[in-house]
């Protein structure tokens, strides 16, 4: 993963792919074999919450069990005001968040969850801020293309294009889409660089393995 934002540049797609083997391009500038660098990924271990002001915040708002599901993430994130002047995340795009960072498949976010959940969101928004300059709450197809490369993907013109169609409206990206976009390609990218273990872009699972790591995201 090659980006604060939990970007990760893959290299172009190749055009064969055998049976269930997936085959990735060459590495692109700066990239590891295989496309992408190692992951920085934030709050991934174990700490205190004492004196941490996000602890109170996310308590308020948790179940009795300390964890949230989709519902309360989407009343945490609205009441947060994190969206900004930008419209309040849907429903749908807080189970994909959930998705992206629930390990152990609860369906629900505990708290390291949350703060790591926190932490893309502040980097995702500010990296649509810089491509939304009129502040209108969307972003047209080549700036979704550029904003995807700055946080460090590689993607050929094919694969960019389908993700432009998917989550564009009436030829412009919003915010939640844009999110909901960034969510699919980190979980997806780190469900593939955890079985590339000698990063070398090529990967065999089995199919039920990829329906698991596709199906729930």
């Known amino acids: 993963m090659a980006h604060p934002a939990y970007g990760g540049g893959f290299g172009n797609f190749g055009g064969q792919i055998p049976g269930p083997q997936m085959q990735m391009g060459q590495p692109g500038p700066n990239l590891y074999p295989g496309g992408y660098q190692p992951v920085h990924t934030a709050y991934m271990g174990n700490y205190s919450s004492a004196g941490d002001s996000m602890w109170t915040y996310f308590t308020a708002i ?97 694969t960019l294009n389908a993700i432009v169609k998917r989550y564009s409206k009436n030829g412009r990206i919003f915010f939640d889409d844009y999110v909901a976009c960034c969510v699919k390609l980190r979980a997806l990218t780190e469900f593939f660089r955890r079985r590339d273990h000698l990063q070398q872009g090529y990967v065999n699972f089995l199919y039920e393995d990829f329906l698991q790591g596709t199906m729930t995201i």
Not at 84 to 108: H, N, Q, V
Not at 122 to 128: E, I, R, T
Not at 149 to 158: F, I, K, T, W
Request: glycine share 8%; charged share 25%.
């Open 62 to 158: 948790a179940g009795q069990d300390g964890e949230v599901d989709a519902e309360e993430l989407q009343r945490c994130l609205t009441q947060s005001g994190i969206s900004g002047t930008y419209s309040p995340f849907s429903l749908e795009t807080c189970r994909i968040m959930i998705a992206m960072l629930d390990r152990d498949y609860t369906g629900k976010m505990g708290f390291n969850e949350f703060k790591e959940l926190w932490a893309a969101l502040n980097a995702w928004k500010q990296n649509f801020m810089t491509f939304d300059q009129d502040r209108s709450g969307s972003v047209e197809h080549c700036e979704l293309s550029q904003a995807i490369a700055v946080m460090g993907y590689r993607l050929s013109p094919q």
